[in-house]
Every structure is written in structure tokens, then in C-alpha cells.
């Protein structure tokens, strides 16, 4: 990693960031909130974050794991979380916001109301994360129940595909 990963401080790095990112997927038991423009960053694609999520899945039978995206087009071709979808659609949902939420360039993962991670532009490997700061994951949901607001329906598995 380039720097320490230190919580409650801003970090560089796309490395750090999926390392940050380990860190709070790993943290969670009941529920996972992620926002993200597109799933192009943060490594969702690789073995390794399909791992931490499954395991989130699979781990507790009462977990949820809730997802918006801006744009689902990448998601639509990512094997790995596309499976997780199929296997686990009664507890993961996967959400595409309306034109009006596609202004936002920040993205975010809260696991349990305790612990986020927020990128504050999508364009730049730059954020912090914190493990049982409920204050600011506490203002962090609130937004994400705004941009839920803003979705259209839920993506759906199909015998066609999404």
C-alpha cells in the first residue's frame, strides 16, 4: 500500500481505497449499503471482493445487501457479483438511480450503521474510512435512503438476463 491506512483520515490511493474498502465489507454482519456511479473502481469484479461478499451472504441468514448504481451497464458484465445476484436475490438488491441522482460523484459503503467508507469523487483515489463512527454513518444513510429515493426499479434476473 502506498500509505497506512489509518481510520479518520483522508487517504490516497487506489490500492488503499480496496484495501480500505476489505476492511469494511469484512466488518459487516447484518447489512451492507454501497452507492458507487458504476462498479468500474474498487476492484468489484475480482475474486477477492467476491469473496468478502459472499461471505457476508452467506455467513447470517438474516443479512441484506442493498446496492444503487448510477450506471449498471459495467455491473451487467461482471460475472462474479452478477452470480452473487442469482444466488442470493432474496437478500441482495441492486438499484439504478434516475437521471436527477446522476449528479452525485462521491460513493459510499456502510456496513451496519457503525462503519463507512466515502470516496469523495469518483475521479479521485481520495477518501477515509472509519470503523464505529455512527455519527457520520448515521448522515451517510440518510443519503443513501435520498438517492433510494431516486431509483427506478430494481434490477432484475431473468431467464434473457437483466
Excluded: W
Amino acid at each position: 500500500m502506498d500509505n497506512e491506512l489509518i481510520p479518520n483520515t483522508i487517504i490516497y490511493g487506489e490500492r488503499n481505497y480496496e484495501a480500505a474498502l476489505d476492511l469494511v465489507i469484512a466488518e459487516a454482519h447484518d447489512e451492507l449499503l454501497i452507492f458507487d456511479q458504476d462498479f468500474v473502481r474498487g476492484e468489484y469484479n475480482s475474486v477477492q471482493r467476491y469473496n468478502l461478499l459472499h461471505y457476508f451472504l452467506s455467513k447470517n441468514p438474516l443479512s441484506k445487501l442493498t446496492v444503487i448504481l448510477q450506471n449498471t451497464e459495467f455491473f451487467r458484465s461482471c460475472p462474479r457479483i452478477f452470480k452473487l445476484l442469482e444466488t442470493y436475490s432474496h437478500k441482495m438488491t441492486v438499484y439504478e438511480t434516475n437521471d436527477h441522482a446522476k449528479i452525485a460523484k462521491d460513493c459510499f459503503v456502510l456496513a451496519d450503521k457503525h462503519h463507512y467508507l466515502r470516496r469523495f469523487h469518483i475521479d479521485q483515489a481520495r477518501f477515509k474510512f472509519a470503523l464505529d463512527d455512527i455519527e457520520t454513518t448515521t448522515s451517510l444513510i440518510a443519503r443513501f435512503d435520498e438517492l433510494l429515493d431516486e431509483t427506478t426499479e430494481a434490477v432484475a434476473i431473468g431467464k434473457l438476463g437483466l
